[in-house]
């Protein structure tokens, strides 16, 4: 898979939320909450990217209901704009 995201935009991929609790119930596919947390893959050349100093391969906290979803090849990518980036997990 070849994507570059044009401009202001960041490729995430969409980390998996554990489909079991602490206390072991099993969730159903749709009890489960929208991803919020991803693994930059590429960069677009924007300047406000720069600015913020994301790198390929930064763990990345974003809104739930921002970006664009793309599933290629059965793997969940998400196509955001920088300013849907909240946050850095270090």
Request: no cysteine; charged share 35%.
């Amino acid at each position: 898979m070849n994507i570059q995201p044009l401009g202001d935009r960041v490729l995430v991929k969409v980390l998996e939320t554990a489909e079991t609790t602490k206390s072991g119930i099993v969730l159903p596919a749709s009890a489960k909450e929208k991803k919020a947390e991803g693994e930059i893959l590429a960069l677009g050349e924007g300047e406000k990217i720069k600015a913020l100093k994301l790198n390929k391969g930064d763990k990345v906290l974003f809104g739930k209901y921002s970006g664009d979803e793309v599933e290629m090849e059965k793997e969940e990518y998400k196509i955001l704009e920088y300013k849907d980036v909240l946050a850095v997990v270090k």
